[in-house]
């Protein structure tokens, strides 16, 4: 019976961009951000619509489940639910009114996922560059954060989103353009990139990941998408158009290894740099790095932890120091790992080890980065791993102070 069938207050379909799957409600709203990733995919994979279902125990709450036959029938003869669909804005959610801006941005930090360690001031002056359609470039090291910040701005501002990493791609003109094929029976045709359909989606995010380590090609087709006088993007292998017109309110955010030590990071085009509003991500401090990895890892020794994150700040201030003996810090990235080792019952030897050992060179023996490295790691694993016992040196020198 039609009659008893709980039906979904939202339907959606899922959508693959880039390596992301995305939901989006018939009426072209985006509901990724409420449906768990596994629950996308396989929607995706399995090729079916999902729907949003009140929870059974009351009105609170609700759940992402698959459309059944059963209930895509009983949709069908249902009005009252085709009527509420309808009602759902049609269009995205980007504020216009100066005063509803303001509001956002100073709002936003309420956005900013708990595990995203990035300060106010950054995070509301990345989502005003994404809300007033700046291009922007989040620079900084490796591991510091740039491609989890851009993310997470590309989700808060709840906007279309592109994904596309340019220092994976081999071919960038497939990439931004496209390709011309031949088959017998049509001959020649061009086949257009995703990412012409994104910039002629309007107010859609286009995260542009890597642009340092992409290839010049791909510089030299994004200038003029870039620039804001011109913003349009030159398809020359496509036979019946030329241009196609970067769509209104389309942001783009790129993220960028600049002046760090990668040799595969090209140094970027004075150019194109300058169509980018910068954002700055900072290194952690070292209470900063302490807070995420405790709040990562509550049930870790806070000792342990809290000297890991003393032993990535001592190599961080090493390699800006003048007479640096090495020539990069340990990322966060490589702390995160670090820590998750240390909660899976590996010691901070054995997981320092495995995790920040292999990052720094051994040529050069006990003058070489990696003993620099060790050296530093040592102290805290016997500080760190046992408190309450003296070495046989410390015994020694202990003794001797006393006398
Ligand atoms: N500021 C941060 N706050 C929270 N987690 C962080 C931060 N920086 C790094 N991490 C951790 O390190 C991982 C890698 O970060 P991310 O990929 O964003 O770095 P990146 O700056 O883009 O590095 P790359 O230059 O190599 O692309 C994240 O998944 C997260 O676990
Ligand atoms: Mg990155």
Not at 44 to 56: A, D, M, T
Not at 178 to 202: C, M, R, W
Not at 203 to 232: C, F, K
Request: net charge negative; aromatic share 8%; with cysteine.
């Amino acid at each position: 019976m039609a009659k008893n069938i709980i039906l979904p207050d939202v339907v959606c379909k899922v959508e693959k961009s880039g390596n992301r799957y995305n939901a989006w409600s018939t009426d072209g709203v985006k509901y990724t951000s409420e449906i768990t990733s596994g629950c996308r995919k396989n929607a995706f994979n399995g090729n079916y619509l999902i729907g949003r279902f009140p929870s059974s125990n009351g009105n609170k709450g609700f759940a992402w489940r698959k459309i059944t036959d059963k209930v895509a029938s009983a949709l069908e003869n249902n009005p009252s639910l085709n009527t509420s669909i309808d009602e759902v804005s049609p269009s995205v959610e980007v504020p216009t009114d100066h005063a509803e801006v303001l509001n956002f941005i100073h709002s936003s930090y309420s956005l900013k996922p708990k595990m995203l360690m990035m300060s106010e001031l950054k995070w509301k002056y990345l989502v005003r560059s994404g809300v007033r359609g700046k291009n922007i470039m989040m620079t900084g090291p490796a591991g510091c954060g740039k491609t989890m910040a851009a993310k997470s701005v590309v989700n808060s501002l709840d906007r279309p989103d592109y994904y596309f990493n340019l220092g994976a791609t081999q071919d960038p003109r497939g990439t931004l353009i496209g390709n011309t094929h031949f088959d017998t029976k049509n001959g020649t045709y061009f086949s257009e990139s995703l990412f012409v359909k994104a910039i002629q989606t309007p107010n859609a995010v286009i995260l542009l990941d890597e642009l340092s380590r992409a290839h010049p090609d791909a510089w030299n087709i994004l200038m003029t998408v870039l620039d804001y006088g011109q913003r349009y993007l030159r398809l020359d292998e496509a036979a019946d158009q030329s241009t196609v017109k970067v769509a209104d309110g389309v942001t783009f955010i790129a993220t960028a290894n600049i002046g760090n030590e990668y040799t595969s990071t090209r140094v970027m085009d004075k150019a194109l740099m300058d169509r980018f509003t910068i954002v700055e991500m900072d290194v952690l401090s070292e209470d900063d790095e302490s807070s995420l990895l405790n709040m990562m890892f509550p049930s870790v020794d806070t000792t342990v932890l809290n000297n890991v994150a003393k032993i990535a700040t001592l190599t961080r201030s090493e390699s800006n120091s003048d007479s640096a003996r090495i020539t990069s810090g340990i990322s966060t990235r490589t702390t995160v790992e670090l820590c998750g080792l240390l909660y899976d019952g590996f010691t901070l030897e054995e997981a320092a080890e495995v995790s920040i050992y292999p990052q720094y060179d051994s040529t050069g023996g006990v003058d070489s980065e990696r003993t620099f490295v060790k050296q530093i790691v040592q102290k805290f694993c016997d500080d760190g791993s046992s408190d309450d016992l003296f070495n046989e040196d410390e015994m020694a020198t202990a003794d001797e102070d006393t006398y």
